[in-house]
């Protein structure tokens, strides 16, 4: 049994990534122990969490060499901080706006007919190193040069979170994704009454190890590991800005006591990445999983098509073939198509396993009557340079905007290097002059920058995604009560926290 004090620093008016940690073992139990082990996340360990605020100046730290160098170009590019976009600190003075006025023109834009306190982000992701005790988990490849294309990644990765090094990465990550939110959208930028800034709601998605079929847990395969508690816990810290998203492998020998768990933390959403999880959607194992699901009205938010970030420790892009979605659908669970499958290439698996683009599948199954219902997609990282062709497609089909949500997929919109204006330029779908104040508006908060990106975006024919998408979608909960018992309480136990 583990538990953790874990001090996290935030800043209202800037703050630095600075860290008070304390790590307590209640046992003797060691790591490999708990890796190994085949308890459900919240039996197998409790969560105490103290998080403190502590107003700094310094910005946060950089990291240094060439490494970080190249990974801070490729990856977060900023030059300024979220707390730098309005000045709040000049008494008896009007607030002071660091944005360009076309900057604040397409902000006001993408808020005309949506207030930024209704936004919901259903794709976040938490990640970590484990080194503050959260329990996170990266593959060893990702931070050796024994493996230098997944070292170069990881690292490229992580700057875009602002996170320079493996020290202390864990803190950092998730500092800067709540600064981030903290500072989304200044009030007065909108013309509202009010000073300070507004915010919605991001689902951080918990992401489940390898598991053989036969139940064990390997973490040689595993190339990301966030526990369900880490969710859980930032939810509960944070009720304002987070809501937690569950991650269950379908093959783990205590799967559906692990779905219960969750529910019972209020979770309403499961993520999977089959491609990296090594699960295929319509094996049979799986139906118990599904009627499980469908018993605790909860859905699936399953990557489809193809994946390149996940897989240092293992990849099967068939298995992000969209038609597997039929496995879940046909058993009546709810299911979120991550990406709305805008990359890769699969076999049609329905007329003789011909080479297809995985987005044709991924229409052709919204587009069937039978799963109007249940099928949904979200349209996060479709930003990417590989996915703008898709962007436009997306707008074209209207026919499916009312099953379509918003997500982002942090930190990859904050990876310089994927996230492309000038293509999205290229294909009609932003103007130039939206392109220099979007990318002004990415040095300061990249979160804000994608939603913007999103609600600009135009089809060939002025098409553009409804403000309901960036909504919470009344058939989709992100959330359900919580189920108080002595258990979810003892995991879930805080030493005078309180909300920022």
Known sequence: MYAWSVGVHLLHARMANEIALTFEKSDATSEEDASTTTTTDAQAGGYTWSVRERRLTAPPQRGRGLLSLIAKKAGGNFSREPEDVVDY?????????????????????????????????????????????????????????LHP?????????????????????????????????????????LNETSTGYLHGKICLLAFDAYYEKDGRKNMDKTTLYVPNEYAYQCAKEFPDMCVAVGSVNPYRGDAIQELENCAANGVAIIKWLPNSMGINPKDQECIPFYEKLKELGMALLIHVGDEHTVNAGFIDDSLGNPLLLRGPLDHGVK???????????????????????????????????????????????????????????????????????????????????????KKMVRYGIVSQAQRAALNELYNFNPLVFDLACKRLARGPNGEAFPPAVFKAHPKLPIQQPIVASPSTDASLSMAGATNS
């Not at 607030?95 to 808020?111: H, K």
């Not at 990881?154 to 090094?165: G, K, L, R, T, Y």
């Not at 950092?172 to 007065?188: C, D, G, N, T």
């Open 89 to 145: 600190t000049a008494p008896g003075t009007a607030p002071l706006c660091n944005l360009s006025p076309e900057c604040q023109a397409i902000l006001r834009e993408a808020f005309s007919d949506l207030a930024p306190t209704e936004v919901v982000d259903y794709h976040v992701h938490i990640v970590g190193h484990g080194d503050s005790g959260s329990g996170c988990h990266l593959h060893s490849s990702t931070k050796t040069w």
């Open 149 to 189: 294309v997944k070292r170069l990644k990881s690292a490229i990765f992580m700057a875009a979170a602002q996170v320079p090094d493996m020290d202390n990465g864990d803190v950092q990550y998730i500092s800067r994704l709540l600064r981030l939110v903290e500072h989304y959208v200044p009030a007065h930028v």
């Open 335 to 421: 299911v979120i198509a991550a990406h709305c499958a805008s990359e890769g290439k699969c076999r049609d698996i329905d007329n003789q396993n011909q080479v297809v683009e995985c987005f044709d599948m991924f229409l052709r199954l919204m587009r069937e009557d039978k799963y109007k219902d249940l099928l949904f997609g979200d349209i996060s990282a479709i930003t990417a340079f590989k996915r703008v062709v898709y962007l436009r497609r997306l707008l074209e089909a209207t026919d499916i905007h009312d099953r379509l949500m918003y997500g982002s997929d942090y930190p990859v919109p904050a990876i310089n290097l994927v996230v492309s204006t």
